[in-house]
């Protein structure tokens, strides 16, 4: 999956520095499902099982790299439900210099394209937080609408966090 400025490829064991990297940093810690640092021993285990059915995992997580193969972040498919033609969608760019560059978008675009053509997905969901307004100008420009408030949705740390459940019609 490529297009001018990225592809999405499979993760590698190469991939382990920048994943425990990643996962890790402080500032992101508690914003997505993780609440505490992730041991490498737990990230091996996911390098190395990510190459199982995604039928039988219910997620996929890619690489999104620059067109030289550079690490840019992840993109994951989670919740997919193939009897109800649906999953969750989530993005994250690893380092602070490469994003507000269009990147996250197009990887979202990317990877609905897959959901449709490959997995033959009909609905893709992304849930985020209200006051994360880039990640809510990223799903807007990759095409998600018809968005649900979510009043007190995400607790980080006993603090409650509105959301917004927007959606993408893949037919």
């Known amino acids: ?7 999405l490829r499979a993760l590698e064991t ?5 994943f ?3 996962e890790n940093n402080p500032d992101e810690i508690g914003k997505g499902n993780n609440l505490q ?7 091996q285990e996911f390098i190395q099982n990510a190459t199982r059915p995604v039928e039988e995992v219910g997620q996929l997580r890619l690489v999104i790299t620059s067109n ?3 690490p840019l972040g992840f993109i994951d498919l989670f919740e997919i439900d193939f009897r109800q033609r649906r999953a969750g969608i989530g993005v994250l760019i690893g380092e602070v210099k490469y994003r ?5 978008t197009e990887a979202v675009r990317l990877m609905c394209q897959y959901a449709r053509n490959v997995l033959n997905l009909e609905l893709i969901f992304a ?3 209200t006051d994360n307004l880039a990640s809510i100008r990223v799903f807007q420009k990759a095409g998600f609408h018809d968005t649900v408030h979510l009043p007190a949705w995400d607790c980080i740390a006993g603090v409650r966090y509105d959301c917004l459940r927007t959606f993408l ?3």
């Open 1 to 7: 999956m490529i297009t001018n400025d990225i592809r």
């Open 14 to 18: 190469d991939d382990f520095p920048f």
């Open 20 to 22: 425990y990297q990643w």
């Open 37 to 43: 640092p992730i041991s490498g021993f737990v990230i």
């Open 68 to 70: 030289q193969n550079e």
């Open 100 to 104: 507000n560059r269009n990147y996250a």
């Open 127 to 129: 849930d985020i937080r």
């Open 169 to 171: 019609k893949l037919l």
